[in-house]
Every structure is written in C-alpha cells, then in structure tokens.
C-alpha cells in the first residue's frame, strides 16, 4: 500500500513535459519498443551494441539540463525588443503563403495519400511553403487560447474546427510527422496552461496517438500501387551462397509468423534501431563525416543537383546491406536516422555529446523563461514546439532546413516576447 501511495503521488505530482523527465523518457521508451522486433533485427544483422550510445546521450542531456536550471540562464532579446507584440504579424505572413502553396497542391492532384509515389514527389517548393501552414496557425491558434483562456464553448469549438480542418490537410498530403508536432504541442500547452496532464494520461496519449499514426503508415504501405516500380518491395538483384539464401529464407518465415499490422505497431522504432545499428557500422568502417551531412540540410537549397542528408543515409545503410540482397530502405525514399545515428556518424560519441548537450541547453533555457514570464505566455507554446520537434527527432533526426527555420523563429520570438512576472 505505501509503494502504490508513492505510485499515486509521482504520477500526480511529477511535471510530465519538464526538461528533467519528458525527452529522457521518450528516449527510453522508443529504443525500449525497438525491442519488439519480430526478427527483423537478426534478418538485417544490426548486431551493433547502441546501449552505450543512448546512455551517452542522456547523461551529456541530464548534465546540461541540470547546469542551465542551476544557472538560470535564459536567451538574450538580441536587441529585438522593439518587436514585442509584433512576432505574430510574421505568422500571418507565412500562414497566407502556405494556405495559397496548399490550395495549388490540391488542385493538381498532388494529394500523398493517394499513393507513396505521389507523396514521396510533390513539388519540392509548394511542399516547403505549404508547412507554414500548419505552423503558423498552431502558433496563432495556441496563442489565443492561452491568451483568452478561460475559454468559452464557442471558443472552443471555433479552435477545435480549425485544427481538426489543418490535420485533415496534413492527412490528404500523407506526412505524419507535422500531425504529431500539432497534436503534442497541443497536449503541452494544456498542460501548462488549462490542466495538468498527469503521467498515466500521458501514457495513454502515447498510446492512442502513437497506434494511430503506426495504423496510418501501415495504410499508406498496403495501399501502394504495386504496378508502378517505385512501389517495388524487390531486393537488390545480387547471387547470394545456398547457406545465405536457406538462412534469409527462414528469417522472412519467422518475422512473416506475425501478422503485418501487428510489426505495424512497433515498425517505426524497430527501423530506427537498425538505421542506427548500421549507421555505426558504417561510420567505424569508413570514418566520420565531421560535419558534411550536416552541411547538407544547407546545400540542398543552392542550384544544382544536390544529395540530401536523408538520401546520405540511405546510401549508408544500404551499402551494408545490398551486397546480401536486402534494402533496408528501398530506393528512391529516404531514411530516418535517428537523432543518435546523425551525430554519430559526424563524430561518434563526442558528436553525441555535444549533440545532445545541446538539446538540453536549449529546451533547458526555454523552461526558464516559461517559469520566468508565467505558464499563461507565449514562453509555453514555443516551449511545446520545441520540446516535440526535438521528441521526433528522436527517431527522424533534425535534417530539415524547415524545422531548424520553425525553431528558430520559435526561440527568438520567444526571447523577444519574454515578460517578467511574480507567478
């Protein structure tokens, strides 16, 4: 009865989103689910030894955590404090050109859901502009609701319809990724504001939202148009021994033994562990890159053809595998790396380090100022956002000139915005 009295009280008091316990636990948790692999790890041989890589990761995370907290450093306003009040006027700005990038999406078909092979080639420019969509009404729409709140029903059923219509959008376009940003910032900024998300209602969003995007990519695999050779599942064509064959053919047996949607449930967090099992491979095999995929998310954007960090990875891992008949991503689609295999195969464990550290500095900073100006504040939306565009990373990696652009508005309008207050 004591144990479960403490149960009680951790789950009720515990700050479930705070810099100390929310990216640490997913991190165990997503590598934890890894587990649940169904074979699929044997099949790919990813026999690398990642403990020592995440616990790497969280300590240099935990130490700078603990280090800005005591030290209650917060970002400067970089002499930007005459915007104050003004920030919000920019998201207006990038809502419109989003909306319009939307509109010209849908009307020329380009709707992801419709199959892989039109999702993985939208127009790489309307793509980019059509995000400041839902980025900027999240924002908006957030920030009025922390503004007004309490909230009337009307008010509430007014915010409600227009998230709901955003997420229906992200839906036609076939991204999970900016479903998850909405829904989680969402979830935190309630915390913070409205009502205290206790550790068992965490757990239980998890689970519903983490089934429902797993149910969502499951949709999206068994609805592609096998007819068309990008959707092709064939492997590499190569001449492999008798004993290679026999052991792959029994491999594909036991893994087949579980129903698909059932590895659909874990098969996000199962590829992440063998990206990153193999990405370390690589990376002892031929060296580090010592800031070259990095340069990339910056280089994509000049004229020319370009390689992206993604599409970096991709020839990573497949290279370890090809030679064996097997893609660990087909061709033509790029890879997740997750977080700890893009600072690995930068610089190893030092990248993860500093990496990592860096995570914590920020996330740690923003916490201050949100205790610093009041929960009720813009502090605790750019918080939310950040906080779970760094929790996805977790799995994708942060390659993205477009996320790294969003947490960049987000941490100096922040700074700029920041009040003083006695809460």
Request: aromatic content about 14%.
């Amino acid at each position: 009865m004591k144990r479960l009295g403490m149960l009680r009280k951790w789950n009720n008091e515990i700050d479930s989103f705070s810099p100390y316990f929310f990216f640490p636990f997913i991190l165990i948790l997503y590598f934890f689910v890894s587990l649940f692999d169904f074979g699929k790890i044997e099949y790919f041989e990813a026999n690398r030894n990642i403990l020592w890589a995440i616990l790497v990761g969280m300590l240099s995370y935990l130490a700078a955590v603990h280090i800005v907290q005591k030290k209650n450093w917060m970002f400067p306003s970089l002499g930007l404090a005459f915007l104050k009040g003004k920030t919000k006027y920019f998201l207006y700005f990038l809502g419109f050109i989003g909306l319009v990038s939307y509109i010209i999406m849908l009307a020329t078909g380009q709707i992801g859901i419709t199959d892989e092979s039109v999702r993985r080639h939208l127009d790489p420019k309307l793509n980019f502009l059509s995000s400041f969509l839902w980025f900027s009404v999240l924002f908006l729409i957030c920030d009025r609701a922390v503004r007004e709140y309490p909230l009337t029903k009307k008010q509430m059923r007014m915010y409600f319809f227009v998230l709901a219509a955003v997420l229906l959008l992200l839906v036609l376009m076939g991204y999970r990724t900016p479903i998850a940003i909405m829904c989680f910032t969402c979830l935190i900024v309630v915390h913070y504001t409205i009502r205290r998300v206790k550790l068992s209602w965490l757990l239980a969003f998890l689970f519903i939202v983490g089934l429902s995007l797993s149910l969502f990519g499951f949709f999206r695999v068994i609805t592609e148009d096998q007819s068309k050779k990008f959707n092709s599942h064939e492997g590499p064509n190569v001449e492999l021994s008798e004993e290679q064959m026999s052991r792959d053919v029994a491999l594909r047996r036991k893994i087949d033994e579980t129903p698909k949607w059932v590895r659909g449930l874990t098969e996000v967090s199962v590829t992440g562990r063998i990206v990153l099992s193999k990405l370390m491979e690589y990376a002892d095999k031929h060296g580090y890159m010592y800031g070259k995929l990095h340069e990339g998310i910056f280089s994509t954007v000049l004229p020319g053809k370009q390689l992206s960090p993604r599409m970096q990875i991709t020839e990573m891992v497949n290279s370890l595998t090809v030679d064996k008949g097997k893609y660990v991503t087909r061709p033509g689609r790029t890879t997740t790396p997750t977080l700890l295999g893009q600072f690995y195969v930068e610089a190893g464990y030092l990248a993860i380090i500093i990496g990592f550290a860096l995570y914590g500095l920020i996330l740690s900073m923003l916490y201050n100022q949100m205790k610093q100006s009041g929960f009720a504040s813009f502090q605790t939306i750019a918080y939310a956002f950040i906080t779970t565009i760094f929790m996805i990373s977790i799995h994708t990696g942060l390659l993205d000139l477009l996320f790294l652009l969003m947490i960049g508005y987000a941490i100096v309008s922040s700074a700029i915005e920041r009040t003083r207050t006695n809460i």
